[in-house]
């Protein structure tokens, strides 16, 4: 039986639940491979793995901790139908697996969430509710139905089961690591409410206590940073805007924030000015398309944010779902 419970205060997943998460969803979920440049290993001077999710189902790491959260619900829960708030790539992922596994979506979404995420969770045959996300509650607005319709909340983070879902990246990259024969010195993925980061966290460390593992976030959504720094959960300031639309939470989850603070070396601070370099170089040395939040990482190696010199890096690119129009911008930009 899972260690995880579902009671008042949920517990944090442990090696053992990712361990688990990984059978469970492994008929559904593609395992991604580990990437390398040459190109950027003499850049950076070290060695640089890429840990390419893009190329995941839904072209995001959402659709692993969705799965693993659908799979557990009851044949009577699953009639129901679930519930879920995103601005784009948990509402790609979760109605990806509701068609899969032929189960409801509604999906709540913020107005100003990219095109290609609205409609890539409408062809999924989910519900989408659009709302103002300076105005509005988007957890007051999902609780609303789930609680008239009967629906299961899916949130985005701060569940357990989400959260060794996500975990089964870092799992991934420890075991090709093993066998590959390298040990890595640090390992560094993206953060919003600190799923993906929590989990990656907690196999890395589990699998190997020396290897740092960092969160990187975009300038003015950099709450997990001042929140490790004061040792409490800070929120962001009120109409904070980024480039990175998939990293935009207004404070850490607490279930997020408890792991993170235990396990994390840090959090490091990108610029969207450095997220489009980074973008860029993925296209032009990796041949990925990247959505902005996908990139932070790249992005934090290539400004210095962490060490990379004489060490061995991984990377995790988290997610490639970006407008067409907004994508050749950037790409095409001196």
């Known amino acids: 039986m899972s260690s995880i419970e579902k009671g008042e205060r949920p517990v944090p997943p442990t090696l053992k639940d990712i361990e688990e998460a990984a059978v469970r969803i492994k008929d559904y979920a593609a395992r991604t491979p580990l990437l390398e440049s ?68 509604t999906i709540i979404m913020p107005s100003d969430a990219p095109q290609a995420k609205i409609k890539g969770a409408r062809a999924n045959g989910a519900t989408v509710i659009l709302y103002d996300r300076q105005k509005d509650d988007r957890e007051a607005i999902g609780a609303e139905i789930a609680n008239r319709t009967g629906a299961t909340m899916v949130p985005p983070y701060n569940d357990p089961f989400i959260i060794a879902g996500q975990g089964t990246v870092g799992l991934e990259i420890m075991e090709d690591l093993e066998h590959l ?116 990482g790249l992005a934090a190696v290539l400004e210095g944010r962490v060490e990379t010199r004489g060490r061995t890096t991984v990377v995790v690119l988290s997610g490639g779902n970006v407008d067409p129009e907004l994508y050749a911008e950037i790409i095409t930009a001196q």
Request: a positive charge; one cysteine or more; proline letters at 4%.
């Open 38 to 105: 040459p190109e950027l290993n003499e850049l950076v001077g070290g060695r640089l793995l890429f840990k390419p999710e893009v190329l995941q189902r839904t072209a995001s790491f959402k659709f692993r901790g969705a799965c693993n959260r659908l799979l557990q619900l009851s044949a009577k829960q699953q009639r129901a139908g679930v519930v879920a708030f995103s601005s784009g790539n948990h509402a790609l992922a979760t109605s990806a697996v509701g068609r899969i596994l032929n189960i409801p979506a």
């Open 181 to 296: 024969g390298i040990k890595a010195d640090s390992v560094l993925a993206a953060c919003s409410g600190g799923g993906l980061i929590a989990g990656v966290a907690t196999a890395v460390r589990a699998k190997c206590e020396s290897t740092q593992v960092y969160a990187v976030e975009p300038a003015g959504f950099d709450e997990l940073a001042r929140s490790l720094a004061s040792g409490k959960r800070e929120s962001n300031a009120p109409g904070a805007q980024s480039i990175c639309d998939a990293l935009q939470v207004v404070t850490p989850g607490d279930l997020t924030f408890d792991i993170n603070q235990r396990l994390l070396a840090g959090s490091l601070v990108v610029t969207d000015e450095e997220v489009r370099k980074a973008m860029r170089v993925a296209y032009d040395k990796l041949k990925l398309i990247l959505e902005p939040g996908g990139a932070v």
